[in-house]
């Protein structure tokens, strides 16, 4: 396992969640959530964070159907890394999949006692909070960086 901070993105047309763990890559906690509709300003905003939190890699979940296709959002999110891997330059940007990272984050608040309207404004982060853990794991199994590398920032 890689040490060193990392930053997952759950990208959605809205909001984008951002969660960061540990630099020993245990636990990922939810950092913020970012208005998505402005994607100039999201990157902007997300650059910034990576200058913040100064992380190995930036891993951004790729929204892919239950069979494993990729359909229009996934086409949405892979040209949203590109762009954000060349604003992070030199971080790397890591698309990872995220198949059913909201519908845990959400069944997750659910069981914590977080009712759907006060959840809305946090599900985002709890669902890179989901993709951040799995990618983690997916390290901590394989040996390997989780997911593929995307643009400029790449090692």
Known sequence: MRRGRRLAVD???????????????LLATPVET??????????????EL??????????????????????????????????????????AV??????????TAAQSMRASGVSSKKG????????AVVILQSALETERVSGQAPGECVGAGGR
């Open 50 to 91: 990576v200058a913040e939190y100064e992380p190995l890699e930036v891993v951004v979940g790729l929204p892919r159907s239950l069979n494993g296709r990729e359909g229009p959002a996934a086409a949405r999110v892979r040209a949203f890394a590109q762009g954000l891997a060349e604003a992070v330059a030199p971080v």
């Open 34 to 47: 970012v208005p998505g509709r402005d994607v100039p300003a999201a990157r902007r905003r997300l650059a």
């Open 120 to 127: 809305r404004s946090r599900i985002d982060q709890a669902a």
């Open 94 to 103: 890591r698309l990872v999949d995220e198949r059913m990272s909201t519908v």
């Open 11 to 25: 990208v959605g047309d809205a909001r984008i969640g951002v969660a960061s763990c540990d630099p020993g890559g």
